[in-house]
């Protein structure tokens, strides 16, 4: 933000003659940003030949060292991992719901334009077509299907104020179906991205009533409440995220020794008690962004404490939190990588066990570039999007 | 609020709210307590039908496990000593060692992540479009993606992908980058060296820690004068510490400073993750700067880089302060990643350790209760800092 500030001020500074040519314009551009004092021309003399060294050292390997076809043999593996193939049906379905809460997200949190709609279009093609070779015309046509549904879900949610209202229900209504649909091959089979997605999902709802519990909690006028909850964010932010997965893992069968509880479940226990000590942190700054007025306001109407903070505190203070919220969720599925400690196989695991087949075992940086560039498109697509609610919240509350 | 809402209500009504704040407060110590004893005996239980009890016993048992690297603190009678962990050492000292781990990644991140942080998070707003456009893509390419796939692929991508020890790439004359682990140049203690030398050096240092945290100006200049006389005349003396170059075998290399293979990979990695954040950190409290100030220094004929270094710079280092303290403790946390490459951090040897003689819970607390106090001891290390940079201010 502040570099595009800056830059439009040495614009508007500067003099910009209308109609020069092109290349005048862009030896004007260069003298300005590249070449405009003698420390930014030694700069921009040092990382210009590193810059193309290194860019022509990528493209030398991306299309003539690097072989891609280890990426096609071993793609369902890292999507979906030991999942059973007769019950392949289900992870479509799930592909469908998922692209569909994506396009409900990404048209709720910003205003599609064209443009963005058509790239999306054309990427959800270019999948199909990627995956075409490999499964065949039947998934490449799913796989465009769901794109498209993703589109139309984020029209849908673009057009009208009422998806905003439905976005959570609609959210735990489509958890609800994914688990239903996903669970019955067992939990012990869910694996690669998919797991990543779902245990993400999960954890991102699940923390939130705990987490807004913990906030009130904090501020609570009981001493007991207060201590308690101040006591339990403290000790969990002050841990690592893996020790309370691995430890919550280890303590589960102890707790109920009959049961067999998936590690799933375990692992999502962990990363809910974690974070949750999170959200409550972001609702408390939340809690203390609001007006002392407003909470006064209210009592003096005569309402109840509940009402007073369900009815006036919660929504007021949810606007001000859901960019951090947003946030969250990628330090979530990020942390997800994490639940190799108990023996799941996310996407990273997932690769790293293709890589861990001797066959397979000089393609090291065909898989994991191929990782990093999943990875690096959701993680961009989320701070993206709280970024951009970010500045829409920003833009109604002036 | 309460003694508006006092006012209105009747004795009696108040003595209703009391009794009932007074239940609620039972009710959920109560439920608390109930909850934790519940979870207390059903584990006591489950232990009880694997013939195990809760004890902190197992610590002075011999540990029966090698650590590629650690040290750890033995007791020569009442004398401390600090000395490499062996083997036959117990579960207590191995987990002193894995302690030790953490912290040398912890405490060498910390210093190098808030040097390139700040470079980076300049480099943002740079004037340079180049230089601003590649710190802004490395910043989200570290923010955007999972730590774990950052430092897996530092060792298994980078690290384990230098050539063979006997091959070794020497940069600089003594730079040593081998798989076996990467081999600085060190500093070695000169065995015949004369006390009246050490006196000195250790009075030197002395001096300068007094000149930083003494606060008269005039006073911290001749104790600086003073250091740099006594180490003009320990080097007369004979200087007591000597550089001592790494020399490359078929193996490795001997002398210097041995980094192994594990400990690189998870420093670089954490080093360029934590880099990203501080970046964030300073480039947002620059921008946060008020726009006055470099108009001010403008008009006053400041450049852009004394303007940043003499004036923006000062107040921003007060402002990050409390951020960049929570970025520390993330950065102590994120060690335990440590266990993916394995690398002996204090979670990598809980978890061999509570293997070994399934101590999960006794192990737990110890591990809990250690990263409770180093974050505790970080944001108390900060929050002097931040005293004493206010306090700073105010005296000017």
């Not at chain 1, 614009?11 to 209308?18: D, M, V």
């Not at chain 1, 003698?38 to 040092?46: C, E, M, R, V």
């Not at chain 1, 409900?104 to 995956?131: D, E, N, Q, W, Y």
Request: net charge positive; charged share 10%; with cysteine.
């Amino acid at each position: 933000m502040g570099h595009q500030r800056r830059h439009q001020y040495r614009h508007s500074a500067g003099e910009h003659p209308r109609g020069c040519a092109m290349t005048a314009a862009g030896v004007t551009w260069l003298h300005r940003n590249l070449f405009a004092k003698p420390f930014d021309i030694a700069l921009s003399l040092i990382t210009i030949p590193l810059l193309a060294w290194v860019l022509y050292s990528l493209a030398d390997w991306v299309f003539l060292v690097a072989r891609w076809d280890v990426l096609f043999d071993s793609l369902r593996v890292l999507m979906i991992g030991i999942y059973p193939v007769d019950q392949l049906w289900r992870t479509w379905f799930a592909v469908a719901v998922l692209a569909t809460l994506f396009g409900l997200g990404l048209g709720l949190c910003m205003r599609p334009m064209a443009a963005s709609l058509i790239t999306l279009a054309i990427l959800s093609g270019a999948i199909g077509v990627a995956v075409e070779p490999v499964f065949g015309a039947f998934q490449a046509a799913l796989t465009v299907g769901c794109g498209w549904l993703g589109l139309a879900a984020c029209l849908v949610a673009s057009r009208s104020a009422k998806a905003k209202r439905f976005a959570l229900p609609i959210m735990l209504v489509a958890l609800v179906a994914l688990y239903l649909v996903l669970a019955p091959p067992g939990l012990e089979s869910w694996g690669g991205l998919l797991l990543s997605v779902l245990l993400t999902l999960a954890a991102s709802v699940l923390t939130l009533p705990l987490g807004i519990l913990l906030a009130f909690g904090r501020q609570s006028r009981i001493a007991s409440v207060r201590v308690l909850s101040t006591g339990y964010i403290e000790i969990m932010r002050s841990i690592p995220l893996i020790l309370v997965v691995y430890w919550i893992w280890v303590v589960v069968p102890l707790l109920a020794p009959d049961a067999t509880v998936p590690s799933f479940l375990r692992g999502l226990a962990g990363f809910t008690l974690f974070f949750a000590a999170y959200v409550a942190e972001y609702f408390r700054s939340g809690l203390q962004a609001l007006p002392p007025g407003q909470v006064e306001a209210a009592r003096s109407l005569g309402m109840s404490t509940w009402s007073v903070n369900v009815d006036i505190v919660l929504p007021q203070a949810l606007r001000v939190v859901v960019p951090s919220l947003v946030g969250q969720i990628l330090d979530i599925f990020n942390g997800a990588t994490l639940v190799f400690i108990i023996g799941l196989t996310d996407f990273l695991r997932a690769g790293q066990m293709i890589l861990a087949d001797p066959q397979n075992s000089s393609r090291i940086y065909e898989i994991y570039v191929f990782l990093f560039a999943v990875y690096f498109t959701i993680g961009a697509t989320i701070t993206y999007a709280s970024r951009r609610l970010e500045a829409f919240l920003a833009r109604g509350s002036r | 609020m309460e003694m508006t809402e006092a006012r209105f209500v009747s004795v009696s009504q108040r003595r209703l709210v009391r009794v009932r704040r007074g239940l609620i407060q039972t009710l959920i110590v109560g439920l608390v307590v109930v909850l934790v004893a519940w979870l207390c005996l059903s584990v006591r239980s489950a232990l009880a039908a694997k013939g195990i009890q809760f004890s902190f016993g197992y610590l002075w048992t011999a540990a029966n496990l090698s650590l590629s690297e650690g040290w750890t603190v033995a007791f020569d009678g009442l004398r401390p000593v600090v000395e490499p962990f062996s083997s036959s050492d117990t579960n207590a000292e191995a987990l002193v060692a894995g302690l030790s781990n953490s912290l040398k990644v912890a405490i060498a991140a910390i210093v190098f992540s808030t040097v390139f942080g700040t470079l980076v998070g300049i480099g943002r707003l740079s004037g340079n479009w180049l230089v601003r456009n590649l710190s802004f893509g490395l910043v989200e390419c570290v923010r955007n993606t999972p730590l774990l796939i950052q430092i897996v692929f530092w060792y298994f991508a980078v690290v384990l992908k230098f050539p063979p020890a006997n091959a070794a790439s020497h940069w600089l004359g003594s730079l040593i980058a081998s798989q076996a682990g990467v081999f600085l140049p060190g500093l070695t203690v000169v065995d015949d060296a004369q006390p009246i030398a050490w006196l000195l050096v250790i009075g030197a240092a002395a001096s300068l820690l007094a000149a930083f945290l003494l606060r008269r100006r005039a006073a911290g200049l001749w104790l600086c004068v003073a250091s740099v006389i006594a180490v003009v005349a320990s080097v007369w003396l004979g200087f007591p510490v000597s550089v001592d170059l790494p020399v490359s075998t078929r193996f490795g290399a001997t002398g210097g400073i041995a980094l192994t293979p594990e400990f690189t990979a998870i420093l670089l990695a954490i080093v360029v993750n934590s880099s990203a954040y501080v970046a964030e950190i300073v480039r947002g409290a620059i921008d946060a700067m008020p726009r006055g100030q470099w108009e001010a220094a403008s008009a006053l004929g400041l450049s852009r880089s004394s303007t940043l270094r003499d004036i923006i710079l000062p107040q921003v280092f007060r402002v990050v302060l409390p951020s960049l303290g929570n970025r520390y403790i993330s950065l102590t946390k994120d060690t335990s990643l440590g266990i993916a490459i394995g690398y002996p951090d204090l979670f990598n040897v809980y978890g061999t350790v509570s293997n070994q003689t399934g101590r999960n819970l006794e192990g737990v607390l110890i591990v809990i209760l250690t990263y409770l106090i180093l974050s505790w001891a970080i944001s108390a290390g900060i929050n002097i800092v931040i005293r004493r940079v206010n306090t700073l201010g105010g005296a000017r």
